[in-house]
């Protein structure tokens, strides 16, 4: 399916959607950017056969709006005009795909946002984050680790249940974008303390490669996975965000790493996660070299990752160890 043919239409095709619905015109700019979203979403689901792509970012768009204060007749309005308009571009397979599909039940259910870790493990640390207080968070964290909290359960007790109820906040219009992506600097600078102790470990001889793919901003679950392997003794290289295909695969194969970890935080970046992958495998150098991939797309079904061509897949830091150690110890 060539998403180059849904690239030229796309922007009569919002134009179309955008008629069809209620919109102040202070609103005009973000609904068209939904309306963009929603198409590249509903198109990956169909690319890769897998429904739950579009059912969870229409989940989340229905939640977010609705707390925005959009008309819910109009939000679904997007969702079927999306499924026609591709429908229109691609043929019949498209309604044959989303002909089982009911959006009032399927839509409305509230989404899984929030962490089941028990929130007084992790309350004190979010009560500073949204108070804006980073010396108050890091200060908290230091006492923490003075108890013998250990680093990977401030990583997955508390600093990533705390980014989930403030993802969450934000979802429901109850704190602003700044103050999400605040909680987010404030998070990172926290682990960027802790690094004495992560980079001290005894190394032993193997490596990891890290990369967040696509025009990822939120790249602080991998950051998070690199940490752990650093700290169980792996020797890693985290490259960030925004990696130019060609030039990680470059840097792959001067390092030489035995895992190569990929995240990617939104299912638009599906294909180029694709892609990287079919490219570490055509390198004769690297096709021997094992792939993780994470990250909340991969979630949506248990096989996905095997169908983009990776060899394990990882909810959090933690399952990335051992589905890591487990991968290069050639286990099961």
Not at 53 to 70: E, P, Q, S
Not at 129 to 150: C, M, N, P, Y
Not at 226 to 235: P, R, V
Not at 296 to 323: F, R, W
Request: aromatic content about 10%; hydrophobic content about 40%.
């Amino acid at each position: 399916m060539d998403k180059t043919v849904l690239d030229q239409q796309k922007e009569t095709i919002k134009t179309a959607i955008l008629s069809k619905i209620t919109v102040s015109p202070q609103y005009r700019e973000e609904t068209l950017e939904f309306i963009d979203f929603s198409l590249i979403y509903a198109y990956e689901a169909l690319d890769n056969e897998n429904k739950e792509i579009a059912v969870h970012f229409f989940r989340w768009l229905h939640t977010t709006l609705m707390y925005d204060g959009f008309n819910d007749t109009d939000i679904k309005t997007v969702f079927t005009s999306v499924v026609d308009a591709l429908s229109e571009l691609y043929g019949s397979e498209v309604n044959t795909f989303y002909d089982d599909f009911d959006y009032d039940n399927e839509i409305k259910k509230t989404p899984t946002m929030r962490s089941n870790v028990p929130q007084e493990r992790f309350y004190t640390y979010l009560e500073y984050l949204l108070s804006k207080d980073k010396q108050g968070a890091s200060e908290h964290i230091r006492q923490l680790l003075d108890q013998g909290v250990t680093i990977p359960e401030i990583y997955m007790d508390v600093i990533q249940p705390a980014l989930y109820e403030i993802g969450w906040l934000w979802q429901t219009n109850k704190i602003s974008v700044a103050d999400e992506h605040l909680a987010t600097v404030i998070s990172q600078f926290i682990m960027t303390t802790l690094y004495p102790d992560i980079f001290s470990t005894e190394k032993n001889d193997k490596k990891v490669l890290g990369a967040a793919l696509g025009s990822e901003l939120h790249e602080i679950g991998i950051r998070m996975v690199m940490d752990m392997f650093e700290y169980s003794g792996y020797q890693t290289q985290y490259l960030g965000a925004n990696m130019p295909i060609d030039a990680f695969i470059a840097y792959a194969n001067d390092f030489q790493p035995d895992i190569i970890a990929l995240s990617i935080t939104l299912g638009m970046h599906l294909n180029t996660l694709k892609q990287t992958i079919q490219e570490i495998r055509n390198h004769k150098n690297l096709a021997h070299v094992k792939i993780l991939v994470g990250g909340q797309p991969l979630s949506m079904h248990d096989n996905l990752y095997k169908t983009i061509g990776a060899d394990g897949y990882a909810k959090d830091a933690k399952e990335a160890l051992e589905v890591g150690e487990r991968l290069v110890n050639k286990t099961t």
